[in-house]
């Protein structure tokens, strides 16, 4: 066998290829297993182009809660037992409305509670907060 030697110092002009077929390879395999992952379908019930029914906002009822403990329906003032009595007209309703609690930054915490503890014995449930600001 006979072997040549170099002779020339000139740099040898050629692309090791070998690691770029490596990483295609290995994003071969990658895309090979994601693509499954990217077709899965799944059931989705859209509402037809004629069943849609137009909604419309529940009313909104605001309670205020002041730093002494006083409470106001809609800006009217009202004690606990009015309270009672306007929850429960109000829950009986067709369509309750929304009930928007806006306490004081002074407002004891039973007081808050207490309303709100009313409101959802009555059988609101569709309670929001507010800054009494």
Same mark, same amino acid.
């Given at each position: 066998?006979?072997?040549?030697?170099?002779?020339? +110092?000139? /740099?040898?002009?050629?692309? %090791?290829?070998?690691?770029? $077929?490596? =990483?295609?390879? $290995?994003?071969?395999?990658? $895309?090979?297993?994601?693509? /499954?992952?990217?077709? #899965?379908?799944?059931?989705? +019930?859209? /509402?037809?182009?004629?069943?849609?029914?137009?909604?419309?906002?529940?009313?909104?009822? #605001?309670?205020?809660?002041?730093?002494?403990?006083?409470?106001?329906? %809609? !800006? =009217?003032?009202? !004690?606990?037992?009015?309270?009672?009595?306007?929850?429960?007209?109000?829950? #009986?309703?067709?369509?309750?409305?929304?009930?928007?609690?806006? /306490? !004081? !930054?002074?407002?004891?915490?039973?007081?808050?509670?207490?309303?709100?503890?009313?409101?959802?014995?009555?059988?609101?449930?569709?309670? +929001?907060?507010? +800054?009494?600001?």
């Amino acid at each position: 066998m006979a072997f040549s030697a170099r002779v020339s +110092d000139a /740099p040898l002009a050629q692309i %090791n290829v070998t690691p770029l $077929v490596d =990483v295609l390879l $290995v994003l071969l395999v990658i $895309v090979m297993i994601t693509s /499954p992952m990217l077709t #899965h379908e799944f059931k989705l +019930d859209l /509402p037809g182009p004629g069943k849609t029914e137009r909604q419309t906002e529940p009313e909104t009822v #605001h309670l205020s809660i002041g730093a002494d403990g006083s409470m106001r329906w %809609n !800006d =009217v003032p009202v !004690d606990a037992a009015a309270l009672e009595v306007q929850l429960a007209i109000a829950a #009986h309703r067709s369509e309750p409305p929304e009930l928007v609690v806006a /306490p !004081d !930054d002074g407002a004891t915490y039973q007081a808050v509670a207490g309303a709100i503890a009313a409101a959802k014995r009555q059988g609101l449930d569709r309670i +929001d907060f507010m +800054d009494a600001r």
